[in-house]
Structures are given as structure tokens and as C-alpha cells.
């Protein structure tokens, strides 16, 4: 192996604590626009979220608050709650160990252009040689360019990366697609058909993998 590529969100870092503190702005102004209950906004919302699960737009805020016609920019957010978005504790040392030990690092993520953002804001896009957004290619995981282009760019070939994320269907399966090894983050200790190569519930398992 000579690179280890990961996902974002669920694998890196989580936002869930930003998005905790948004979500209910957003329902309190569709409430009084639309005269309906919070309760009966949040549905509209999150129903209009879910029926877009897994496409391009799903994987955007703004593209829903545009959609809804919400005063809120999601780049905004980042920037005046930084501290909402949480590394996960066995993220740092494993990086630095990677980095330590010479192999080429990099992000593939199905997410806009903010995601740089985070990893700026987080600290960790100093530990990546690549960072591929959907922007970068107009596609998403699964999508084999999105993995091809980062490949490239790393100058390795499929078969010498590992791709870790916590996705069966966007990660597992779109990196196994093109010939990468997979490694399947289960943080929560979810049931899945285990079609990854490994199966890991912290990073700190990739030092047996590679080690």
C-alpha cells in the first residue's frame, strides 16, 4: 500500500452538533412562513431531504436551504461555529502515524466545496497530499471518476490505496469498484452486508491492517 484515502463525514469528523443547532431556525422560519406547526415543517424539510438521499444535491445544505427559502449559507455556519464540527479522538494520531510511516494521504468526498472548509477549520488538511470534492469532478461517490481523480492526482494506481469510510453503498462499494481495498468505518457497531474488505469500529485498527 502506498496511499490511504478517507471519506469525511461519519469517518473523519462529525457535524451532527452544527446541525443540532440549525435545524431547528430552519423549522421555526418555515413554521411562521408557511402557517404551519414546527413539527409539520421539520417533515416537509426532512422528507424533501430523504427523497433526495444519495444524489448530488443530498449532500449540500444550501442546495435545501435554497430550496426551502431559508436566510442561512451553510459556509457561514461553519465559519461562526467551528467548534460544533468534532474531530473524532482516534483521527489525529492515526494521520500522523500515516504520515509518519510515508504513505500518501488523501480525501475523496461526495460533499461541495465546504468540505475543505472543515478540514480547514478542524486542522486536518494539513495531513492530506489530495483533497477531491464532488466540485472537482461533477460527481459522487460511488461514481468511479470521483476515486479515479484523486488516484491520478496521488500518482498511485487502484490497486496500492486503501479507501476508509463509513458507506457501504457510497464508499465500500465505489472504492471496490475501481480496484482500491476497503475499509468499513462502524463506529456505532451498525449491522451491513459486509462486502468490505475490513471491517474497523476506530482508525486505530488501521495500524494491524497496514502495520
Known amino acids: 500500500m502506498k496511499a490511504v484515502l478517507f471519506d469525511v463525514d461519519g469517518t473523519l469528523l462529525t457535524e451532527m452538533p452544527l446541525i443540532q443547532l440549525f435545524l431547528p431556525w430552519v423549522y421555526d422560519e418555515l413554521a411562521k412562513r408557511l402557517g404551519v ?48 464540527l468534532h474531530v473524532y479522538p482516534d483521527v489525529t494520531p492515526t494521520l500522523e ?39 472537482d469532478v461533477k460527481a459522487i461517490k ?31 462499494y465505489g472504492a471496490k469498484h475501481v480496484g482500491m481495498r476497503a475499509v468499513w468505518i462502524n463506529r456505532d457497531g451498525s449491522d451491513g452486508y459486509h462486502m468490505a474488505d475490513y471491517e474497523i469500529r476506530t ?3 488501521l495500524r494491524k491492517i497496514l502495520g
Not at 54 to 76: A, K, S
Not at 98 to 127: A, F, I, M, N, W
Open 203 to 205: 482508525l486505530h485498527e
Open 142 to 172: 460511488p461514481e468511479p471518476k470521483i476515486f479515479l481523480h484523486a488516484l491520478e492526482r496521488l500518482g498511485v494506481e487502484p490497486g496500492e490505496a486503501l479507501y476508509v469510510g463509513d458507506s457501504l453503498s457510497q464508499d465500500v
Open 37 to 84: 406547526t414546527k413539527e409539520e415543517a421539520r417533515e416537509r424539510f426532512l422528507n424533501e431531504i430523504m427523497a433526495r438521499r444519495d444524489t448530488y444535491d443530498w449532500h449540500d445544505w444550501n442546495f435545501f436551504f435554497r430550496l426551502f427559502n431559508v436566510d442561512l449559507n451553510y459556509e457561514e455556519l461553519l465559519r461562526r461555529y467551528p467548534h460544533k
Open 97 to 135: 502515524w500515516l504520515r509518519e510511516s510515508g504513505y500518501r494521504l488523501g480525501v475523496v468526498t461526495s460533499g461541495p466545496e465546504y468540505q475543505r472548509l472543515k478540514l480547514e477549520l478542524t486542522g486536518l488538511d494539513k495531513y492530506f497530499d489530495v483533497i477531491v470534492t464532488r466540485e
